[in-house]
């Protein structure tokens, strides 16, 4: 998910470069929720670990 989440802020970028604002704001938007989503399933996933492995 954080490569999605890098691939389109790299979208976004490029966007932004070429003029395209609406196209730039809807990926880095796009990247902002995949990159929450993954920090919260990582968390998830070191919470909910450490509690099988005890």
């Given at each position: ?17 070429f ?13 902002k ?22």
């Open positions: 998910m954080l490569r999605l989440s890098i691939g389109l802020i790299v979208v976004a970028v490029i966007a932004a470069i003029g395209f604002g609406g196209i730039a704001a809807g990926a880095a938007y796009a990247a929720i995949v990159f929450f989503i993954a920090v919260a399933l990582i968390v998830l996933s070191l919470i909910f670990g450490g509690f099988r492995k005890s």
